[in-house]
Nanobody
Framework: QVQLVEAGGGLVQPGGSLRLSCVAS????????MAWYRQVPGKQRELVAT???????NYKDSVKGRFTISRDNAKATVYLQMNNLKPEDTAVYYC???????????WGQGTQVTVSS
């Protein structure tokens, strides 16, 4: 019943911007911590950014100053604004939801981001 639906990926040139969104259903969104991860073929999925239920944020070092995670509880949506994109940002980006104090996490299906000239 939990669904996380990502959108906003695509092909962009280096230096460009994209805004990813993830719409959640089947959870009490406002109490969940949300995150964006990314994965490239042959590598482990890595954490990109997190946002707590109180909107406290955290970022992977390589995206600090370029990416911004935010949430809109009224829309049950988490966003990832990505600016000054670099080729090394190319990956499938996944939305993640976790209820504090719980081991369980839910994942979206992913959205492809390709940064290339």
């Amino acid at each position: 019943q939990v669904q996380l639906v990502e959108a906003g990926g695509g092909l962009v040139q280096p230096g460009g911007s994209l805004r990813l969104s993830c719409v959640a259903s089947g959870i009490i969104f406002r109490i969940y911590a949300m995150a964006w991860y990314r994965q490239v073929p042959g590598k482990q999925r890595e954490l990109v950014a997190t946002i707590s239920s109180g909107a406290n944020t955290n970022y992977k070092d390589s995206v600090k100053g370029r990416f911004t995670i935010s949430r809109d509880n009224a829309k049950a949506t988490v966003y990832l604004q990505m600016n000054n994109l670099k080729p090394e940002d190319t990956a499938v980006y996944y939305c993640n939801a976790r209820e504090p104090g719980k081991l369980r996490a839910d994942w979206g299906q992913g959205t492809q981001v390709t940064v290339s000239s």
